[in-house]
């Protein structure tokens, strides 16, 4: 089972960015991934998650208006999208698997981790 | 939101010791559903301890879990080098799910 995220990024303020993640070794629809962040020297922050089966997806509240998940099943890749981008998402973005099959929602914690996605936002 | 309060924020111990890292909730974690990752750099991260006290798949004996309500605590047993890291308990049974700030366990 492996998970493989794209490449750093540096985007200036107000742009957007969309980080990949493409699955592969198992049964890409009958897992949630998940999207989680890390800040330089702060604690993880999980922002969503998406059911690639048929795309339903939550997001945290805190970036219910700036981030969107997506997925091609052809592909099996999922992909998070952050709009609006300011200073403060300068950070490591990471996708991880659900360790239990069809637990989209709570009660899963992850297992397989990509290496992330290394997200720069400067002027 | 749950918040989770990890202690100590650094752990200074020699190879051999024995490591004991709490995590408290700030509400009851439901159905025990408190994880343990380890995190290298340059590595992905690793989970440890699933459901509180099951240990993840290829995860040593010297690694384990316990507690319910809103202490839990992960201990390994005696140190290993490539045990020095940083650890993040989360909370899963509740949105959002949260991480704690992390305890770093460093060589004395």
């Known amino acids: 089972v492996h998970l493989v995220q794209s490449g750093a990024e540096m985007k200036r303020p107000g742009a957007s960015v969309k980080v990949s993640c493409t699955a592969s070794?198992?049964?890409?629809?009958?897992?949630?991934i998940h999207w989680v962040r890390q800040a330089p020297g702060r604690t993880l922050e999980w922002m969503g998650w998406?059911?690639?089966?048929?795309?339903?997806?939550?997001?945290s509240q805190k970036f219910w208006d700036r981030v969107t998940i997506t997925r091609d099943t052809s592909a099996t890749v999922v992909y998070m999208e952050l709009r609006s981008l300011r200073s403060e998402d300068t950070a490591v973005y990471y996708c991880?698997?659900?360790?239990?099959?069809?637990?989209f929602g709570s009660g899963s914690c992850m297992d397989v981790w990509g290496k992330g996605t290394t997200v720069t936002v400067s002027s | 939101e749950i918040v989770l309060t990890q202690s100590p924020g650094t752990l200074s111990l020699s190879p051999g010791e024995r490591a004991t890292l709490s995590c408290r909730a700030s509400?009851?974690?439901?159905?025990?559903?408190l994880a343990w990752y380890q995190q290298k750099p340059g590595q992905a991260l690793r989970l440890l301890i699933y459901?509180?006290?099951g240990r993840a798949t290829g995860i040593p004996d010297r690694f384990s879990g316990s507690g319910s309500g809103t202490d839990f605590t992960l201990t390994i047993s005696r140190l290993e080098p490539e045990d020095f890291a940083i650890y993040y308990c989360?909370?899963?049974?509740?949105?959002?799910?949260?991480f704690g700030q992390g305890t770093k366990v460093e060589i004395k």
């Open positions: 991880a698997r659900d360790r239990d099959a069809y637990y």
């Open positions: 070794g198992y049964s890409f629809g009958t897992y949630a």
């Open positions: 998406i059911n690639p089966g048929n795309g339903d997806t939550e997001r």
């Open positions: 509400q009851t974690v439901s159905s025990r559903y």
């Open positions: 459901a509180a006290s």
């Open positions: 989360q909370q899963y049974g509740n949105s959002p799910r949260t």
